[in-house]
């Protein structure tokens, strides 16, 4: 690690959790951000922070004067503005020891496997459980680590899901019935500072996983408006038509 480097994460390699070797591992880790909507703006912003080696970001959609509430990359400058170049230009300017990539891309079931395929952990910060679904399938197929955040009014969601391991659950063991969901976040209300939260959730969950501290399967529920965290334990649906075994 470059002298630079090490001042600029000193306060990261004070955590013993962390030190220089948990530096070393996030500074070599690859990471990917579907959407860059209120979720994916927070937590690409603390991942860039905190030296994600390469971070690949995602999205097919325009800055729009709605946005500006909660999406903490963009301005008044960058309306119209595809999400993935320009947070990838803002983040740019943050750390220049990342490697960012800014894909204007809309993620299917055949171009997944192209655009995921040199990136470790998936963040899945989309705004639909379309999205969801295929990312998921995806990192079912490919064993990789799925993090996944929503929010919608004053509620979030995070769920973490290790799918290195066949035993572990995957979102679809949760939701199984997506067909019959039909609310996208995109057109909800929405609290500003709730995607904050949850992205910045995501944030930790990601480093988590990359030093291998503490990092397991789980689901957790946020409400905001009353202030409760709940921890859902997940387990894995043996009729799952995803990660069956
Ligand atoms: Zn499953």
């Not at 993620?107 to 963040?123: G, H, Q, R, T």
């Not at 919608?152 to 290790?162: H, M, N, R, S, T």
């Not at 939260?197 to 399967?217: P, R």
Request: with cysteine.
């Amino acid at each position: 690690m470059l002298k630079e480097e090490l001042l600029r994460y000193s306060r990261h390699i004070m955590l013993p959790e962390i030190d220089i070797e948990g530096q070393e591992k996030i500074n070599n880790m690859s990471l990917a951000f579907i959407g860059m909507g209120g979720l994916g703006c927070s937590a690409s912003l603390y991942s860039t922070l905190s030296g994600f080696g390469k971070i690949k970001i995602i999205d097919f959609d325009f800055v729009e004067a709605s946005n500006l509430q909660r999406q903490i990359l963009f301005d008044e400058n960058d309306l119209s503005k595809n999400k993935a170049t320009t947070s990838v230009k803002k983040l740019s300017q943050l750390n220049p020891f990342v490697e960012l990539t800014g894909l204007e891309e809309k993620i299917d079931s055949e171009n997944i496997k192209y655009l995921l395929k040199d990136s470790e952990i998936i963040l899945d910060c989309s705004d639909n459980f379309e999205t969801r679904k295929i990312v998921n399938r995806y990192c079912v197929k490919h064993s990789k680590i799925l993090i996944s955040g929503s929010s919608i009014a004053w509620k979030g969601q995070l769920g973490c899901f290790d799918l290195r391991d066949a035993k572990n659950s995957c979102y679809e063991c949760l939701f199984e019935d997506l067909e019959n969901e039909d609310l996208s976040c995109r057109e909800s209300a929405i609290a500003s500072p709730l995607v904050g939260a949850i992205g910045s959730l995501m944030a930790i969950e990601v480093i988590k996983a990359t030093i291998e501290k503490n990092f397991e399967s789980y689901f957790m529920i946020f409400d905001s408006l009353k202030g409760v965290f709940k921890k859902v334990d997940i387990h894995k649906n043996p009729e799952c038509r995803i990660c069956r075994i």
